[in-house]
């Protein structure tokens, strides 16, 4: 965040107020930079909304409207998969046909995901 009122103007600073404003983000009052200051989990709290104005130093009067902004977590696949009913027992039919789908309907039974194994082509070489 940065005003125009900030170049060579040492009598401002700037605040932030909102969800998680002073625990989870801080902002430089100097600077107006806003940093986090923990690890952030999307499975915890998808997003923030804060609010970041320009104040006096001294006396706390807004130089400027209010800034509002939502600060949004981008989710990472941080939890390696389960497979809790396991272990998961299937068959191929001898013979099926290559690049036809098999065990879809089963596995998707068991699994949150979606799984599907297709049958391949292996081709056989020899060392002579």
Known sequence: LHTDLDVG???????LAGEG????????ELTGDIHAMKRLDREEKAEY??????????????????????IKVQDINDNPPQF????????VPEMSAVGKSQLTDLISKFLPLKVALSVCEISKTADL
């Open 84 to 91: 809790i009913e396991g272990p998961y027992r299937a068959s």
């Open 9 to 15: 103007n040492k009598n401002i600073k700037y605040v």
């Open 49 to 70: 909304t804060l609010t970041a104005q320009v104040v006096n130093a001294d006396t706390d009067e807004p130089l400027e409207p209010p800034s509002e902004f939502i």
């Open 21 to 28: 404003a002073g625990t989870i983000f801080a902002i430089n």
